[in-house]
């Protein structure tokens, strides 16, 4: 409870755009960049998580840069994004930080159509791009001739995954900040080991499976048309 009052604290500055707050706050505590709501908006109380400034709700999962993205705060949504916040990660309902930051249109009181494609532009540019080793070394190299940091962003990155308290992990080459239960999972998934026999076996019931009902149906619609109605009427 009190991790969800004060990253509701952090998230009515953002709301309010009081970047000094916003500043104060993320340097005493920096992990607000990253933690989720525990609790949010339901039918059953809702009046505790809507923000009467931008006219939204927030729900269980939202983070800091779900409610910046939704204000529309491109500034503070590079901070957090600086911050390693999750540019991909899913509240209850399966919203991302973009999908707030495409809310409202004309007519919405608190609609800003410049900031909005900040806003977006940051998320969408950061959603397709792939955080690797290679590309931060890329991003952070400051001149043709000047050396290259790839050997310093790997033991960066390497340090930080010893570090227990950092979530850091790496999926498909890509490096991401998970949750606890997510990383649990990706552990124990890690450790099932498929062999080829197993995904041939499995495609092979697969396709005799389709392959029967395609045959089935086929049979039927050329000598019992009138079944094959009545079975595809049934499924």
Known sequence: ????????????????????????????????ARVALAE??????????????IGHY????DTALHVAAAAYRYEIVRKLIGSAA???????????PLHYAADGGPGSPSWDPQAQAKTVAVLQVLNDFPISRENIAALIHES???????????????AMQSEPAIPLSELDG?????????????????????S?????????TLLNEKLFTFLRERTLAIFMPSQSSYLSAVN
């Open 58 to 61: 927030v729900y269980k999962g």
């Open 174 to 194: 890509k490096l991401v900040f998970m949750s606890e239960k997510v990383s649990e999972i990706e552990d124990e998934r890690s450790r099932i080991n498929v």
């Open 196 to 204: 080829t026999n197993d995904v041939r076996r499995e495609l092979n």
């Open 86 to 96: 999750d540019v991909r990660a899913r509240n209850r309902r399966g919203a991302e």
């Open 1 to 32: 409870m009190a991790r969800s009052a004060s990253l509701m604290d952090f998230l009515r500055a953002i709301v309010a755009d009081d970047a000094q707050a916003v500043s104060q706050l993320l340097a005493s505590s920096p992990d607000l």
């Open 40 to 53: 949010g908006a339901t039918r059953q109380g809702a009046a505790d998580y809507w923000f009467e400034p």
């Open 144 to 158: 043709v001739d000047a050396p290259g940091s790839l050997e310093a962003v790997k033991a960066a990155v390497e």
